[in-house]
C-alpha cells in the first residue's frame, strides 16, 4: 500500500521560515512528479510547487523566490522550503506524487494534508 506522510508545518510568524516534507512508502516502481498544494478556510486546493524527477521546478506566481521545493529521489521524499512567509500562506498543506507501483500501472496519491498557520 503506497503513502505518502508529511511532517512539518505548525504555527509561525510572519517573516518566518519553515521546512516541510513529505515521504512517500510502500511498493513503489518509479515517482513522476511530486508536489505541493494548499488549501486556505474557504477556498479551493491551489497548486504550490511541483518537481519532476530529473529536478525541473514549477511555482505558483504567489510563492515565486520565497518557496523552494527539491526531492530526494532515493529517499522518495518531496521537501518544502518556505521563507518570508505571510498569513495569506496559511494553509493545509497537502503532498501529491505520480507514483507507478510496476512499469504499467501508477497514479496520483495524497498526504493527508498538514496545516502550516502564519500568524503573529
Known amino acids: 500500500q503506497v503513502q505518502l506522510v508529511e511532517s512539518g508545518g505548525g504555527p509561525v510568524q510572519p517573516g518566518g521560515s519553515q521546512r516541510l516534507s513529505c515521504a512517500a512508502s510502500?511498493?513503489?516502481?518509479?515517482?513522476?512528479?511530486m508536489g505541493w498544494y494548499r488549501q486556505a478556510p474557504g477556498k479551493e486546493r491551489e497548486l504550490v510547487a511541483t518537481i519532476t524527477s530529473s529536478g525541473s521546478a514549477n511555482y505558483a506566481d504567489s510563492v515565486k523566490g520565497r518557496f523552494t521545493i527539491s526531492r530526494d529521489n532515493p529517499k522518495n521524499t518531496v521537501y518544502l522550503q518556505m521563507n518570508s512567509l505571510k498569513p495569506e500562506d496559511t494553509a493545509v498543506y497537502y503532498c501529491?506524487?505520480?507514483?507507478?507501483?510496476?512499469?504499467?500501472?501508477?497514479?496520483?496519491?495524497w498526504g493527508k494534508g498538514t496545516l502550516v498557520t502564519v500568524s503573529s
Open positions: 510502500g511498493s513503489i516502481f518509479h515517482i513522476n512528479t
Open positions: 501529491n506524487a505520480d507514483i507507478w507501483e510496476s512499469s504499467y500501472f501508477g497514479m496520483p496519491y
